[in-house]
């Protein structure tokens, strides 16, 4: 308790250091409140903008807070767009920790010392984090690898950290009418949730190994591969991927990859992850990602990092496809009527009032390349559109929005004339095809073919006794019985139909592709 409590004696001395007083007041002002304050906190200097203090003080309150302003930076309902930028700016700049520490933590979790367990271990670390720092390594039969080894002491003070956001959160409820709508108390739960999941290593492995299967086939992405019998809750050992930092544009055009190509690979990357697998990798900073320049894998990206996935299930993915094409074809109408039958407007909302408002955040991004358009002021814009219609925020999107501010700032550094709507439109058409069309019908009977194998033959019998333990009810109604047994019969022709037809179906659909693949190979 009196850790917690220096702690937030701690925190509430970089709030006042930085001014961040004046910021929290700024919504709900009082006569008198500001000048109060500026008599009671004289020495202090608050000529710095805004953004760049609650930057500073973030920094100085260390990863927690950092990776809190991270996820802030993504919230353009909560934020203003100054300090969205310089939220933006913000990165892991943490020193690594002592490496005896690190060979500690291998050594308790892996049962041996590195020098045993590799045949050429680096003790000064390549990369470090707020939750882990980075060695590369050699197993005993040369195959170069990294090995990622969680930070000491980081569940005790996450803990305490972000029971204190939970606090600050559940008072924030109660001051403050707005804040129901923007799911405060969700929004520091997902944190917490995804920062705990951060601090499971194996959850990572886990991650990129789910990852690396999904792009298995993939020429333009690369994930690295997982050695499980070097992995544990604390330390994780990957394959050692090679590649140039995509943030080092001069670099990657020297080694003559194309940038333009980069960048709508990067589009098709995530819209794949998001709409055909729901897994995506949710924290696509620079600092993750590389590029290849191996003439094997030439021009692909290799993607580092697992710590934060996105999932979204099938109800996220149809919503938010439907809303995706329906903003490409600038359709505001289905937009807007999205919004209200998923519930997300309330059901009295006027579908004509939404569709303008809509139309009037969108409308002018159209045909203009990307460095002419800003996400940021879109999705303030939105979100404002968002308050006056009580459109609530989904918790679950968040680090969807926070990924495709990430595509945005990669694609404005490969090619600023990138047109996002362009390049996603044909991937998102094609995706919808696939899934409304006859080949998405058939793919969903084979996925349903072996519970429905289980089912069908046992229909008969469960509907006999079914209807045998009603009619026990009542054993003086043998008129009840006569119409339960023709019922039944009617039922039975009616599975014995269903079968037959399911099973017709498959085969000629079967049958058919056999047949375009013999002609076709011919």
């Given at each position: 308790m009196i850790l917690k409590f220096l702690r937030l004696v701690r925190i509430l001395r970089v709030l006042v250091k930085y001014g961040l007083d004046e910021i929290a007041i700024s919504g709900f002002d009082k006569p008198g409140i500001s000048r109060l304050l500026d008599l009671a906190f004289f020495w202090r200097d608050l000529s710095t903008p805004r953004g760049v203090r609650l930057r500073l003080a973030l920094e100085e309150l260390g990863p927690i807070f950092v990776k809190l302003g991270q996820v802030l930076s993504t919230r353009s309902d909560l934020v203003p767009p100054d300090i969205i930028y310089e939220l933006s700016k913000l990165q892991d700049r943490v020193p690594p920790f002592d490496s005896d520490l690190a060979i500690a933590q291998i050594e308790r979790s892996l049962g041996a010392h590195p020098d045993q367990l590799f045949a050429r271990f680096e003790r000064?670390?390549?990369?470090?984090?707020?939750?882990?720092?980075?060695?590369?390594?050699?197993?005993?039969?040369?195959?170069?690898?990294?090995?990622?080894?969680?930070?000491?002491?980081?569940?005790?003070?996450?803990?305490?950290?972000?029971?204190?956001m939970h606090m600050a959160a559940n008072f924030i409820n109660r001051v403050w009418e707005d804040s129901k709508r923007l799911k405060m108390k969700e929004v520091v739960h997902e944190f917490d949730k995804y920062l705990h999941d951060e601090l499971d290593l194996m959850r990572e492995a886990a991650n990129a190994a789910q990852l690396r299967r999904n792009f298995a086939d993939s020429k333009m992405l690369m994930v690295p591969e997982m050695y499980w019998d070097y992995c544990s809750s604390s330390v994780i050992t990957m394959e050692r991927m090679h590649g140039i930092p995509v943030s080092q544009t001069d670099r990657l055009l020297e080694a003559g990859v194309d940038l333009k190509k980069l960048s709508s690979d990067g589009v098709e990357i995530f819209f794949t992850q998001v709409f055909r697998d729901g897994f995506f990798h949710a924290d696509m900073h620079p600092g993750n990602i590389l590029v290849s320049i191996d003439p094997a894998s030439f021009g692909r990206y290799i993607a580092l990092d697992f710590g934060i996935v996105g999932t979204l299930n099938d109800y996220d993915k149809d919503?938010?496809?439907?809303?995706?094409?329906?903003?490409?074809?600038?359709?505001?109408?289905?937009?807007?009527?999205?919004?209200?039958?998923?519930?997300?407007?309330?059901?009295?909302?006027?579908?004509?009032?939404?569709?303008?408002?809509?139309?009037?955040?969108?409308?002018?991004?159209?045909?203009?390349?990307?460095?002419?358009?800003?996400?940021?002021?879109?999705?303030?814009?939105?979100?404002?559109?968002?308050?006056?219609?009580?459109?609530?925020?989904?918790?679950?999107?968040?680090?969807?929005?926070?990924?495709?501010?990430?595509?945005?700032?990669?694609?404005?550094?490969?090619?600023?004339?990138?047109?996002l709507w362009k390049t996603a439109k044909p991937y998102l058409e094609r995706w919808m095809a696939e899934q409304v069309g006859w080949r998405g019908l058939l793919e969903r009977f084979k996925a349903e073919a072996p519970r429905y194998s289980h089912i069908i033959p046992q229909l008969p019998r469960l509907t006999h006794q079914a209807l045998t333990a009603i009619a026990d009810r009542d054993t003086s109604s043998h008129e009840l019985l006569r119409e339960l047994a023709e019922e039944q019969r009617r039922t039975n022709r009616l599975l014995s139909f269903l079968v037959f037809f399911v099973g017709a179906f498959v085969v000629g659909v079967v049958g058919f592709q056999a047949w375009m693949r013999y002609h076709g190979g011919a």
């Open positions: 000064i670390p390549v990369a470090s984090a707020s939750i882990a720092q980075v060695h590369f390594a050699a197993l005993p039969d040369g195959t170069q690898v990294a090995v990622k080894v969680l930070r000491p002491g980081m569940k005790k003070l996450i803990d305490e950290d972000v029971a204190l919503y938010l496809s439907q809303n995706f094409l329906a903003f490409f074809r600038r359709d505001y109408k289905r937009v807007a009527e999205a919004h209200i039958e998923s519930g997300w407007a309330p059901k009295e909302t006027r579908v004509d009032e939404l569709e303008a408002a809509v139309r009037a955040c969108c409308e002018p991004i159209f045909d203009r390349p990307l460095k002419d358009i800003s996400f940021g002021q879109i999705l303030l814009r939105l979100f404002q559109t968002s308050r006056r219609f009580n459109v609530e925020v989904q918790p679950q999107l968040v680090l969807l929005q926070k990924t495709l501010l990430n595509i945005e700032g990669l694609g404005r550094a490969l090619d600023p004339d990138l047109d």
